[in-house]
């Protein structure tokens, strides 16, 4: 079992969409959460950290649930912009960051 | 502020060959990393150094040997290139205050 997965996709949506991911994680011990952007043939840039409490940026929502080992990315309102791989990335400390393989989205006008 | 810059961009070598990518951020993190990503794979940690003078492997160090030059700059060595190393291999920066990693453009190998 990979220690990140996320379902790779693709996810084809219409702008104006709602469109969720999903994450799962291996080990309870995980202490720091966070989801990447990377464009094609670019190098993954920082979207957000998730927090227990779950954060908001915008349009876009991220939640953890340690119990159930997962973590999700919600995009309200999708762009054509929006269209990225999305990198679930959990560190377990000691420099020890997994990245997960992403999700492709392709938002469409 | 140019962040992390890598150099080359892209690099062709032959079976046995050797080379060195270079990595350099001027952002002043303590602690700075070498990726490789293949399709469908994400993200693997070649080795890592958490402050100037300390290196450590990562997922999968075998092939490949670092140094960490100074506060700013840690380079990654292939000394006898495979087709097994045909990948991009990226480059990264992070202090420990926030974890967050900040990542140079790539570069791209490919191993004939």
């Known amino acids: 079992r990979k220690e990140v997965e996320q379902d790779p996709g693709p996810f084809n949506v219409p702008e104006g969409a709602t469109v969720a991911f999903n994450c799962t994680y291996s080990n309870s011990a995980s202490q720091s959460f966070f989801w990447y952007r990377q464009d094609c043939r670019k190098e993954p840039k920082l979207l957000m950290s998730?927090?227990?409490s779950g954060n908001e940026d915008g349009r876009f929502t991220a939640q953890l649930n340690r119990a159930s080992q997962y973590i999700s990315l919600l995009i309200r309102d999708s762009k054509l912009s929006d269209s990225a791989t999305y990198l679930c990335v959990v560190d377990t400390g000691g420099f020890k960051t997994i990245f997960g393989a992403g999700t492709r989205l392709f938002v469409k006008a | 502020n140019a962040g992390v810059t890598q150099t080359p961009k892209f690099q062709v070598l032959k079976t046995g060959q050797s080379m060195t990518l270079q990595c350099a951020q001027d952002m002043n993190h303590n602690s700075m990393y070498w990726y490789r990503q293949d399709p469908g794979m994400g993200l693997r940690l070649i080795y890592y150094s958490a402050s100037e003078g300390t290196t450590d492997k990562g997922e999968v160090p075998n092939g490949y040997n670092v140094s960490r030059l100074n506060k700013r700059e840690f380079s990654l060595r292939l000394e006898s290139a495979a087709p097994s190393q045909t990948s991009v291999y990226f480059c990264a920066s992070s202090d420990y205050q926030t974890d967050t990693q900040y990542f140079g453009p790539g570069t791209r190998l490919t191993v004939l």
């Open positions: 998730v927090y227990s």
